[in-house]
Nanobody, 115 residues
């Protein structure tokens, strides 16, 4: 069992930046992939960025060039650096860890982009 805890969300003005963190209770070094998703009320949860072990990162078209996913295996933490934020980035952001033995989700962190 792996527990994921997201942090770093909050209120930011358009054009601003935030860095989300996802801390895992166990090692993430053996994970197949670490990902960030986001969800707004009444809509499905959408993939924002994913980092597959041994491969490069993939991003949703809407965030390419603005968001960067990274991981620190020593700290068992995954990050999402979000720059040039737009009001349409407002959502609850979730971290997901994919292992051969299971898939785990965090509880989410709210990001609100508004002036």
């Amino acid at each position: 069992q792996v527990q994921l805890v997201e942090s770093g969300g909050g209120l930011v003005q358009p054009g601003g930046s935030l860095r989300l963190s996802c801390a895992a209770s166990g090692s993430i070094s053996s994970s197949y992939a670490m990902s960030w998703y986001r969800q707004t009320p009444g809509k499905q949860r959408d993939l924002v960025a994913t980092l597959i072990s041994g491969s490069s990162a993939n991003y949703a078209d809407s965030v390419k060039g603005r968001f960067t996913i990274s991981r620190d295996n020593a700290k068992n933490t995954v990050y999402l650096q979000m720059n040039s934020l737009k009001p349409e980035d407002t959502a609850v952001y979730y971290c997901k860890a994919t292992f051969r033995f299971g898939i785990y989700w965090g509880q989410g962190t709210q990001v609100t982009v508004s002036s």
